[in-house]
């Protein structure tokens, strides 16, 4: 009697190990896949849609990162739409960067280009961007970076009617206000 319970364990023990190594195989098996076409995507290469939707978020964010790269914007914003919630705090303010970064270099050309009132609404939304994804991961120097430059772009400046009595050479103007770009890192 023991010597069957005994056996009965040890196949058990054997089907449930055998089990876990399929299903840890056909993870790892996914994750490889997944994360050779984030590589095809990065290298300037696009994959079928088929793939994307049946992949993780990561690999969604990829193919918005490839939108951006080939300047289909509409394409990268419906992208990044799908993933903005999903994953963690880091992937979301991952996404929520590569938001940022997709709003500022449309602001950039149209700005460039001189139309002011077309570069504004982008500026803002990048900076919106940019502050959504530090308050997730507020350690993020490259988003921190970005969004000064937005503000450099476009400074939000605080209008205070300032009374008559009161010097009108005050500076009142914040740091971000100085025109031109940043030059090297933060």
């Not at 970076?145 to 008559?164: C, H, S, T």
């Amino acid at each position: 009697m023991i010597r069957t319970i005994r056996h009965i364990t040890l196949w058990a023990a054997l089907a449930l190990s055998l089990a876990a190594f399929v299903y840890s195989a056909g993870a790892l098996y996914r994750i490889h896949r997944d994360n050779d076409l984030i590589r095809q995507l990065v290298s300037g290469k696009d994959v079928a849609v088929n793939k994307v939707i049946s992949g993780e978020p990561e690999l969604r964010l990829a193919r918005a990162f490839y939108f951006k790269q080939k300047h289909r914007y509409d394409e990268a914003l419906s992208t990044l739409s799908l993933v903005m919630d999903k994953g963690g705090r880091n992937f979301q303010a991952k996404a929520r960067y590569n938001l940022g970064n997709l709003y500022l270099e449309q602001a950039i050309q149209q700005a460039k280009a001189m139309n002011i009132n077309e570069a504004m609404p982008l500026a803002g939304l990048a900076k919106q961007a940019y502050r959504q994804s530090l308050a997730l991961n507020s350690g993020d120097w490259d988003a921190k970076y970005n969004l000064e430059v937005a503000m450099r772009l476009l400074p939000e400046m605080d209008r205070v009617d300032m009374p008559d009595d009161e010097p009108k050479n005050q500076k009142s103007q914040l740091w971000t206000t100085v025109p031109g770009f940043p030059r090297g890192l933060p």
